[in-house]
């Protein structure tokens, strides 16, 4: 799991490891004639510094902006494996807090300041190369209280006094609010605060999102194929803004398609891989032998569009474009589609390789007077800037 984090960085890892462990030692030493439970202070220092080296590690592209994600979605970092290990980075802090000064607050409140200022720099130092997130501190503080909640445990199980709600000296909470007051003030005053629906820019596709992918696979491509993973996808956080949900298919393909509109979608098959990496592509039914100009295109996405969408089976009205050379040579056929199942939509398009196989399938909706398939990237799909 770590190496999903740091890819080729593991290094590093076992640097902060080290580090870590030499603060344990050294502070567990310098503070063994000074405090009663000097360990569990110097595990408790070992944790934090861990925390601090691990999100604050720099990469090698730098992020551009001073701008921090704040999420409205509370729980969504519990849905993703990014969440959970920013969670278990702040157990240990939880634990060892607790542990350390036997009381709740002091903990609690330490790493809810220390999650924050982490946040903060990843924010005003674009330079590190990490995003400020609100959903690494619901995660950080969520793993402070699972953390505290042990320490309280085997505490209590190790027959240990019982623990105090309050605080001792009041220069701690002072203390406290005036760091949450520092960082709000720097947060207010140089970061761009961007409120969104997601802070994750996927996630699992809805019942109604894999639905609709499912209806349009089966007609498009018949019930033998298989949809593996579907997921609703915003790129700019918000719902409804560039918003897609795309499909993995078995034994090979992909889907695409915009939400909540639908105005159009595009299925990518390559069941296999021919000679030079090419996509082989997935039989049609009744075709004929290998493509080598229009007319044989034409016959050969006939036959597919005849089985699929007979209702747009006009080969008169269809226009055919070669691209590529060699293995990579491609022909796509394009026809006026006319299916009452996909009302929103009326251009088809649909591309072979020189092996007479299918290769994709595009539903759209063109606008009056323009030739089907004239307009549009190569997935069905246009994207736009965030806004």
Known sequence: MLDLVFGRHLMYVVLVVLVSAGVLVTAGVGLRRRLARPWEYAAWAA??????????????????????????????????????????????????????????????????????????????????????????????????????????????????RPLSRGVRRRRVPAAAGLGFAVIACVLAATVDLRVVDHAEPARAATAEQRAVITD??????????????????????????????????????????????????????WERFASGGAPAGRRIPGAAGPVHDASAARRTADRYVAARFPGSADGARSAVDREGQGSWTTWT???????????????????????????????????PGRRPGSEGSKTGVSRGLCP
Not at 335 to 364: C, E, I, K, Q
Request: charged share 15%; hydrophobic share 45%; glycine share 12%.
């Open 47 to 160: 944790s934090t510094t861990a925390a601090l080296c691990l999100t604050l590690w720099a990469k090698t592209v730098a992020t551009g902006s001073m701008m921090c994600i704040v999420g409205k979605d509370v729980l969504e970092p519990f849905g993703v494996a990014q969440g959970w290990m920013n969670l278990a980075l702040f157990v240990p802090v939880g634990f060892f807090g607790l542990r350390a000064v036997r009381r709740p607050v002091l903990p609690l409140v330490s790493a809810a300041l220390l999650s924050c200022g982490i946040e903060t720099v990843q924010a005003v130092v674009p330079a590190i190369g990490r995003y400020c997130d609100s959903s690494d501190v619901v995660a950080n503080g969520a793993g402070a209280i699972v953390g505290a909640g042990l320490g309280f445990v085997s505490v209590r199980l190790a027959g240990g």
């Open 216 to 269: 349009i696979v089966d007609r498009a491509l018949g019930g033998d194929v298989r949809i593996t993973k579907v997921s609703d996808v915003t790129p700019c956080g918000l719902d409804g803004v560039n918003e897609t949900v795309s499909a993995e298919l078995e034994p090979g393909g992909a889907v695409l398609m915009p939400w909540p509109d639908r105005s159009s979608v595009g299925i990518e098959v």
């Open 333 to 367: 056929v394009a026809y006026p589609l006319h299916d009452d199942r996909l009302p929103g939509m009326n251009a088809l398009r649909v591309t072979v390789n020189g092996s007479g196989r299918l290769l994709s399938v595009h539903l759209s909706a063109t606008p």
